[in-house]
């Protein structure tokens, strides 16, 4: 706007001067002062061309128009006869950026940020434009605690009329926030308040989640969490009276100061339900999630409130606008709570839009819509559609709207827009365990295929007791009812001989084909054929059951595994999960004419229970048992094991179940394994201390237990179930996820190893 001012002005001042000309007809127009822009570029914005007539307007607008390119900061208009003359002074070209003690950023993301406001080599240089982009980068200082950030910018001229820029940064320390005071609480213990709080003081794990470092935005959600935390506990009054945030005279040290009034606490008189409700009111009334005589909550409420207009909109009501008016009596105490549901029309859908799909096929997207065009509206598929888009991981946001269709009053279009993301990778990594020592792994893998939604992966993994070369491909959407498809080529080296096992090693080498059926939103079947050949290498000190084995089926061996499977994952979460539960049953066989034959069943369950905000208790179990067919035994490589990490912590890796039994009575210090598995889990899981909301750290208190049997003679029994206890650490790292527990076995037995600390680093396959 100031720019266009000053060229008008400037243009009125030249065009007053211009008035001493008669208007002429232009027989030539003549360029100077141009040093880097071409003529043809001047004549190409001159609202006049040779043979006008020339005039003061004209002269005018010439001005105005030159200027509005913003190449120049001069221009002026003679006349020579009948030749214009238009003297121009063009802006300097910016020829080089540079930073000086810049740390906090990345060059090149500074550099092209600062292209996309308009500074970047090879522009036209603007003053004003520098100053905006030198205060935007000093507020992305503030933004990361910076306050003591001092930025100088130079520009210095070049030849040809050039410039360079230089941004001189100095830094500084990020302040941390040294005190948090809430003033008029009384109802709850401040330090309590002070955990619902993202922002903190500095604690041990500060340098990683940042919260120590001032934000507006995380202390309005930080306010937005207190106000809940009293409306949910009754305080129908709470009130924020005022924030301060103040910073020390050397901008290190933030303090904040929260004032407020807490108001009485309210019990819930009544609850009524009123307006046209369309469904019977005893179904509605079983959403209300207020109940009378309780103490107010808002979270209830809009609970409430929510439940009836999702209930409603699964039929159709896409509009339907429920709101709880309250009825406060202060004498005593209480709110009386009046629902008014208002259904409005029923609609349904006109089409089903998407955007942002660049690479993504659009049938790779609506083959996971779960609300169809020409149907009625259903809130509750919209709601799943969205989840199973996001679910697909082929995109780093999804956003659903359910806009009216303009012109009526039944209709709505369900728009959905997809952010994509980058589904190719290329990884390499290493991890360590206590078991599987150093772990080095490599992929290379594409999640969303030529945009189809397929899945193709080539990984190796080398860690000291496992060693595997694999190639997968899947095709979720073989069929258009949703049956997929795929198929695996390994290679495997198993090694055990660092373990508490019977010693041998094997080699296997195989592939196979395997297909999913979908039986409901969460539930699914798979099949599976397979060929298996497995080499074995048997040892002098190996155990006499398995020098039998290969003597009687030979080094090596073929099979052909089918599989059978049932999986149904109500979790809410698959990395930080909260509530629902996860169940697997797997049934392996196989059958003639491999040269072995046997089967194997296994059971999988998790439930997830939460106990508050911050507390969940997760509940696991297995169980598993396998045999060998035609009257032959189980493959002693197919055996179950326990203990560890994965199994029952506080023991050894694979050290529980049957030993040998020695020809001079003695017992062997191997296990051996079995054909019957038994471990349950019961964990408490919590968030870290002092590192309030992020989830991906847990702690958790649990119990283990767990058994391995065998039916084999000459082997001593195992005993009974072994039970342990101990606390545990999970965190979700850049490197992969990282697991640790310290146990304690609660009946240990006597030849039990174990091993109290244990743990997992990077993610193994």
Do not use: C
């Amino acid at each position: 706007m100031k720019k266009n001012l000053l060229a008008g002005l400037i243009a009125a001042i030249v065009a007053t001067s211009a008035g001493a000309f008669e208007p002429f007809t232009i027989k030539d127009i003549r360029i100077e002062g141009i040093q880097r822009t071409e003529a043809g570029t001047v004549f190409s914005y001159l609202p006049v061309k040779v043979g006008d007539t020339m005039t003061n307007d004209k002269a005018s607008q010439s001005i105005k128009a030159l200027f509005a390119t913003g190449f120049f900061k001069d221009v002026r208009m003679e006349v020579e006869g009948d030749v214009l003359v238009v003297f121009v002074e063009e802006r300097p070209a910016i020829y080089t950026i540079d930073f000086v003690g810049l740390k906090e950023f990345d060059k090149d993301q500074l550099k092209k940020a600062l292209r996309d406001n308009g500074i970047a080599e090879g522009r036209i240089f603007d003053r004003a434009t520098l100053e905006r982009a030198e205060q935007e980068l000093k507020r992305q200082y503030l933004s990361r605690g910076k306050y003591a950030v001092a930025i100088t910018t130079t520009t210095t001229p070049l030849e040809r009329n050039r410039v360079a820029i230089n941004f001189n940064i100095d830094e500084g320390d990020a302040a941390s926030i040294k005190q948090i005071n809430l003033v008029g609480v009384t109802a709850f213990p401040e330090k309590d308040l002070l955990a619902l709080f993202q922002l903190r003081t500095p604690n041990w794990i500060s340098w990683y989640t940042k919260s120590d470092q001032y934000s507006r935005q995380k202390l309005a959600a930080d306010l937005e969490s207190l106000r809940s935390h009293y409306l949910n506990r009754g305080y129908l009054e709470f009130n924020i009276d005022s924030t301060q945030v103040s910073i020390s005279p050397d901008k290190k040290d933030i303090y904040i100061t929260v004032s407020v009034s807490e108001g009485e606490r309210y019990a819930v008189s009544s609850v009524k339900l009123a307006g046209d409700l369309l469904l019977p009111e005893d179904e509605l009334r079983r959403l209300v999630k207020v109940k009378s005589g309780e103490v107010f909550s808002r979270e209830k409420l809009n609970e409430t409130t929510k439940a009836i207009s999702d209930r409603l909109g699964a039929q159709g009501y896409a509009f339907a606008n429920v709101n709880a008016a309250p009825e406060v009596d202060k004498e005593k105490r209480q709110v009386a709570f009046t629902i008014f549901v208002d259904p409005g029309k029923r609609v349904y859908v006109r089409r089903i839009n998407i955007t942002g799909n660049t690479k993504t096929r659009d049938e790779v997207i609506r083959q996971e819509m779960r609300q169809v065009e020409g149907a009625w509206y259903d809130a509750d598929k919209v709601q799943l559609s969205k989840q199973r888009v996001d679910k697909t991981n082929y995109f780093s946001e999804v956003n659903v709207e359910t806009p009216p269709v303009p012109g009526t009053t039944d209709q709505v279009d369900v728009n959905v827009a997809v952010t994509e993301k980058n589904t190719g990778n290329i990884s390499l990594g290493a991890g360590f365990s206590s078991s599987e020592k150093l772990i080095l792994s490599g992929s290379i893998s594409q999640a969303n295929l030529f945009g189809s939604g397929k899945f193709a992966s080539l990984s190796l993994n080398t860690g000291k007791i496992n060693r595997v070369l694999a190639f997968s491909y899947t095709d979720p959407y073989f069929t258009v009812d949703g049956v997929s498809q795929g198929f695996d080529i390994y290679h495997r080296r198993t090694d055990p001989t660092s373990l508490s096992v019977g010693q041998y090693k094997s080699v296997s080498g195989g592939g196979g084909f395997r297909w999913g059926f979908p039986i409901g939103e969460k539930e699914s079947l798979s099949f599976g054929v397979g060929l298996d050949r497995t080499s074995l290498e048997i040892f002098n000190d190996s155990p006499q059951r398995y020098k039998d084995f290969v003597r009687q089926f030979d080094h090596s061996n073929i099979s052909l595994p089918v599989t059978v499977g049932w999986a149904s994952d109500g979790r809410d979460s698959i990395l930080y999960p909260s509530k629902g539960t996860y169940q697997r049953i797997t049934f392996e066989v196989a059958p003639p004419p491999g040269d072995l034959t046997y089967y194997r069943l296994n059971y999988q369950f998790q439930r997830f229970v939460p106990l508050g905000k911050d507390l969940t208790l997760y509940l696991g179990g297995e169980a598993a048992y396998g045999d060998g067919l035609r009257g032959e035994e189980l493959p002693f490589f197919k055996n179950f094991f326990g203990g560890g990490i994965g199994s029952v912590r506080g023991y050894e890796t694979a050290s529980l179940g049957p030993r040998d039994v020695l020809a001079n009575g003695t017992l062997s210090r191997e296990r051996l394994g079995g054909n019957r598995k038994i471990a349950g889990t019961a964990e408490v899981l919590f968030p870290m201390p002092g590192i309030g909301l992020d989830k991906s750290f847990r702690l958790g208190v649990f119990l283990d237990a767990g058994q391995i049997w065998g039916k084999e003679t000459n082997t001593q029994e195992a005993g009974p179930i072994r039970f342990s206890s101990g606390i545990s650490a999970v965190w979700h790292s850049p490197m992969g996820p990282l697991k640790f527990s310290v146990a304690a076995p609660l009946n240990k037995q006597d030849g039990d190893k174990v091993q109290s600390f244990q743990f997992q680093m990077g993610q193994t396959f």
